[in-house]
T-cell receptor
């Protein structure tokens, strides 16, 4: 099993602030995905990165895949209350995805 | 109905009961998955079905029994569960391609299971 460590575990910020969450592993992944899960719902895919050094943007969210394909980061600019949720990273063979424990983000008005 | 649906949304069962969880995907995908999500633990993959055939079984106890009658439906049959089996059980589906590196997984809302 390829372990994925996510940090921080919890993050509470005010609306308008910027933040970065991290996903790290000692293993190399062919691809890595980020999901957001809201209370009472299943995870929703945000992005898939497949190339080392790749940067993808989704509105105020910026995702980066490390050059060595062992780590990834998610940066949120000007966070909004609607960004609140559990952010999960997942990597590995697609039929056997390994998930991190997630970063629980709370954005207060 | 759209996306991936799961029923029931909440289930309370005793250790001697037998129950089943149902998942249905309306996306035309060819692969379906069962995951277990417990507090303070990463999402755990339990079973994978591709074209109705089970392709992964991550050492799941036999008290969990999956069934995939067709590519749109997936069941998880439960019997003689333990209190530590209480968790959120998530179903997901994806479209697998031979020449693609990554598959997008679409999750249902989950069934919150409590074993008493």
């Amino acid at each position: 099993t390829q372990l994925l460590e996510q940090s921080p575990q919890f993050l509470s910020i005010q609306e308008g602030e910027n933040l970065t969450v991290y996903c790290n592993s000692s293993s190399v992944f062919s691809s890595l995905q980020w999901y957001r899960q809201e209370p009472g719902e299943g995870p929703v895919l945000l992005v898939t990165v497949v190339t080392g050094g790749e940067v993808k943007k989704l509105k105020r969210l910026t995702f980066q895949f490390g050059d060595a394909r062992k780590d990834s980061s998610l940066h949120i600019t000007a966070a909004q209350p609607g960004d609140t949720g559990l952010y999960l990273c997942a990597g590995g063979p697609m039929r056997a995805l390994n998930f991190g424990k997630g970063t629980s983000l709370l954005v207060t008005p | 109905e759209t996306g991936v649906t799961q029923t029931p949304r909440h289930l309370v069962m005793g250790m001697t009961n037998k129950k089943s969880l149902k998942c249905e995907q309306h996306l035309g995908h060819n692969a379906m998955y069962w995951y277990k999500q417990s507090a303070k633990k990463p999402l755990e993959l339990m079973f994978v079905y591709n074209f109705k055939e089970q392709t992964e079984n991550n050492s799941v106890p036999s008290r969990f029994s999956p069934e995939c009658p067709n590519s749109s439906h997936l069941f998880l049959h439960l019997h003689t569960l333990q209190p530590e089996d209480s968790a959120l059980y998530l179903c997901a589906s994806s479209q697998e391609y031979r020449d693609r590196e990554a598959y997008e997984q679409y999750f249902g809302p989950g069934t919150r299971l409590t074993v008493t």
